[in-house]
């Protein structure tokens, strides 16, 4: 039945994808920025997908300290990995655009910034669990790191944001620069293709994280034998 | 206040431990020194350009020679099962953070106080002319740093390159309140008072301190018994 | 979008103005721009899903010998 689900949501997500693809070719320029502005479609949603991520790290974090059921650290580390992939999509996707529109492969933009260390931050969490290997500290000590992780990101944004204020970017450009109406929708129907992605990302890695952790069991059984 | 006593019992016993080998802080001292002076040959001390980046300099300085105070100051309790003791003692994790980030505040602002005026020399600069807000921020930043950091040395006490994951974990975190530190350091370094510009970076200094404490005081008790 | 492809080129049979030959590079650096990014995006996707894919190999065939050993010291017990 869960198999049944992933395939359907994969799927959808990979219609959807195929339509936007088709959409955003058709679409009407960006006025100041051109062709490259349909980047967008790829580096918005994946950095809004990879942040929402992030919000369910911190929950199942929670949860796991709560209720110690290692489901909800399967889930945290499935969510942060597959979110770690995205951030990386949204941070190449935006060293892309600043190249193209700023001449240089990174401007220190706020956002992009912030981005970078978030995925510093989360790369430590993946870390930190490999240097673990009792699994019920492996997931305390982790579910710990992500909540002061979470923390830490809107005080990492606004500091960055603040900080970029008093220096001034190299040419003023504004991001999002003047958005065409008409692009909203697409870009919502590809956010939510992304999001499904996402979601079958994490429910794969999910299955895996549950499935690593019988095959310790039944190592722990075979050896005890 | 039987919570407050039961802190600076432990926060006495660690300073008086480390007063008597003078380990820890003789190493992080002289750590702060010979990097100041290999940062002295990096950008050269009597441009006036280096000035602005003092800040900086100075919270790398510091960072780095504070992270050894922190790795001691659990892994002290390794030997001799003393770790075992301290869990064992009937007084709630927070008591155990609250008196070794306190410990580990007083020596960080030791190795802070001994950095400052080796900086003014090699690099001619009269730091003291914003004094006492230049204390704050230096209080407030080094009290961020130790809390995060005194909770990452219990969560990284047993764990096998712990030299390596203390820092690795701890500076992520670190980065806005550096880049808050810095930016006042440098500015009140070279004289200039906090305006109401840089009064948003002493209120960012607040916020994390105040966020990052309050976790740190609800999870080392699970950090410890994790 | 075709038509921004071939604007430029008319332009070009028009009269080989240095400001049109900059105007070409530029929309041309920017399509390209677009098309790596696309392709970073997608590749890095792929190389993440791959990972997963491998993953999911590797922990099946250990399942498989876990479970013949389990049964094997079964049997023999």
């Keep these: 039945m869960r198999q049944k689900v992933m395939i359907g949501m994969l799927a959808l997500a990979a219609i959807l994808l195929a339509r936007n693809l088709y959409v955003i070719s058709i679409l009407p320029d960006e006025v100041n920025q051109g062709q490259i502005f349909r980047i967008i479609f790829f580096h918005v949603p994946a950095a809004i997908a990879a942040m929402t991520g992030s919000a369910v790290a911190l929950v199942a974090s929670v949860l796991f300290l709560v209720k110690k059921d290692f489901i909800y650290d399967s889930l945290a580390v499935a969510v942060t990995e597959v979110g770690l992939a995205f951030l990386a999509v949204n941070l190449v996707t935006g060293s892309i655009w600043a190249r193209v529109i700023w001449g240089v492969w990174w401007a220190w933009d706020p956002r992009l910034t912030s981005a970078l260390v978030c995925w510093v931050l989360y790369a430590g969490y993946l870390i930190l669990r490999q240097a673990l290997e009792e699994p019920t500290q492996r997931a305390t000590f982790a579910a710990v790191y992500s909540i002061f992780a979470f923390a830490d990101v809107p005080i990492v944004y606004f500091s960055i944001r603040w900080w970029r204020t008093i220096h001034p970017q190299p040419v003023f450009f504004s991001k999002t620069g003047s958005f065409p109406a008409d692009w909203s929708a697409a870009l919502r129907l590809n956010l939510l293709a992304i999001f499904l992605f996402y979601a079958v990302l994490t429910m794969i890695r999910l299955r895996q994280e549950q499935a690593q952790r019988e095959i310790d069991y039944l190592r722990r059984t075979v050896h005890a034998m | ?226 | 979008m075709t038509i921004h492809f071939l604007m430029p080129l008319a332009m070009l049979l028009q009269s080989p103005d240095d400001a049109i030959r900059d105007e070409i590079g530029r929309l041309q650096r920017n399509f390209q721009g677009l098309i790596w990014g696309f392709v970073a995006a997608w590749v890095i996707l792929m190389a993440y899903t791959l990972m997963i894919v491998l993953r999911e190999r590797k922990i099946r065939r250990e399942m498989e010998r876990l479970k013949n050993m389990v049964e094997d010291t079964g049997k023999k017990s």
Excluded: H
């Excluded at chain 2, 020194?33 to 950008?43: D, G, R």
């Design chain 2, 1 to 226: 206040m039987r919570f407050l006593r039961q802190v600076m019992v432990i926060t006495a016993k660690d300073l008086r431990a480390e007063m008597r080998t003078k380990e820890a802080i003789n190493a992080s001292i002289a750590f702060a020194i010979v990097i100041l002076l290999i940062l002295s040959f990096a950008f050269d001390p009597t441009e006036d350009t280096t000035r602005e980046i003092s800040g900086g300099l100075l919270w790398i300085v510091f960072t780095f020679a504070g992270t050894l105070v922190l790795n001691r100051s659990f892994a002290r309790e390794l030997p001799n099962d003393c770790l075992d003791g301290l869990l064992a003692a009937p007084v709630p994790g927070s008591v155990l953070f609250l008196g070794k980030a306190l410990s580990n505040f007083v020596l960080i602002l030791a190795i802070e106080a001994v950095a400052l005026p080796v900086f003014g020399i090699f690099y001619n600069v009269r730091w003291t002319r914003q004094f006492w807000p230049l204390l704050l921020v230096q209080a407030l930043g080094t009290w961020g740093f130790t809390a995060v950091g005194t909770v990452f040395s219990a969560l990284t006490v047993n764990i096998r390159l712990r030299e390596v994951m203390l820092p690795l974990l701890v500076y992520p975190l670190m980065i806005p309140m550096l880049l808050g530190a810095m930016l006042l350091t440098a500015q009140l370094v070279m004289g200039q008072p906090i305006t109401g510009d840089s009064v948003v970076w002493l209120r960012l200094l607040f916020g994390f301190d105040i966020i990052f404490t309050a976790l740190a005081l609800v999870l080392m008790e699970t950090v410890l018994r994790g």
